[in-house]
């Protein structure tokens, strides 16, 4: 086995849990892949997206193959984002909505980015070393922080879905949908300047690790399969798929102290 950090171990697990759920969804699943109602054989299509992050997920475990799964899960994001998010947004470029396809992609990119890095060879860093080396992880904190700080807006612009998925137990629930959207604001701020970054990056990942936890599962285990925002089976596949894409991303800060004002 080949387990860079325990961020990439759950990563990985992550991927195979999601492959084998798009599977065993069926003709629902191109709905938790975000693939576009025009496209033809969408289920085909839908199946052969849980083959490859099925396979990414489990060759991520070996060590003959995680560069390999690198390689092919940094390209079948980057396909994801402009084949399935951007043709879904573009149609409606104002609307902040139209574009969380894009933000959920980007953070799926922006970890396989990091892990490509890692795992990349000699012959990866000769030929491509703008996207495999020290640029390309910045570029990948970058893109993570941009992204983050669209779910902070999205907080903001849409408090009336926000709002209602706040704990009952919790008092004043406006507060904490805005308390949260400038959480996520401020670490995709600290994470594209490289201020507090892997403090940053650490505590955003405990926060949508939470929020899986304190307001998805009580509200499937209590029977209630849809929410404000849809589907609360796809909303906790795609918070805990989050997660784990950020775990990689605070990971990746290991090398730098945790109230760093610069980062390497």
Same mark, same amino acid.
């Given at each position: 086995m080949r387990i860079a950090s325990l961020?990439?171990?759950? *990563?990985?697990?992550?991927?195979?849990?999601? &492959?084998?759920?798009?599977?065993v969804q069926g003709s629902s699943a191109p709905a938790w892949l975000g693939i576009p109602m025009y496209l033809p054989a969408r289920e085909l299509l839908a199946y052969l997206c849980a083959v490859i992050t099925l396979a990414c997920g489990i060759g991520l475990w070996w060590r003959r193959a995680a560069l390999v799964a690198a390689r092919v899960l940094l390209v079948y994001c980057v396909l994801s984002l402009l084949l399935f998010s951007l043709p879904r947004a573009l149609p409606a470029p104002a609307q902040l909505g139209a574009w969380y396809p894009c933000a959920e992609t980007a953070v799926m990119l922006a970890a396989a980015w990091v892990l490509y890095v890692w795992f990349a060879a000699d012959?990866?860093?000769?030929?491509? &070393? *703008?996207?495999?080396?020290?640029? &390309?992880?910045?570029?990948?904190r970058v893109l993570y922080g941009l992204a983050?700080? *669209?779910?902070?807006?999205?907080?903001?612009?849409?408090?009336?879905?926000?709002?209602?998925?706040?704990?009952?137990?919790?008092?004043?629930?406006?507060?904490?949908?805005?308390?949260? &959207?400038?959480?996520?604001?401020?670490a995709g701020a600290a994470l594209i300047i490289g201020v507090f970054a892997r403090l940053a990056a650490a505590l955003v990942t405990l926060q949508m690790g939470m929020f899986a936890l304190l307001v998805w599962v009580p509200m499937l285990a209590a029977g209630h399969l849809h929410s404000v925002t849809g589907s609360s089976w796809r909303e906790l596949v795609v918070t805990w798929t989050l997660m784990a894409c950020g775990w990689v991303l605070a990971d990746s800060y290991h090398d730098i102290p945790w109230l760093a004002l610069k980062q390497r």
């Open positions: 961020g990439h171990a759950v *990563f990985a697990a992550s991927l195979v849990a999601l &492959g084998i759920a798009v599977l012959w990866d860093r000769q030929r491509l &070393g *703008f996207v495999a080396g020290a640029k &390309g992880m910045r570029m990948a983050l700080m *669209f779910f902070g807006s999205s907080h903001f612009v849409y408090v009336n879905l926000t709002t209602p998925l706040v704990p009952g137990w919790l008092p004043a629930h406006l507060f904490w949908a805005y308390f949260f &959207g400038c959480t996520y604001i401020a």
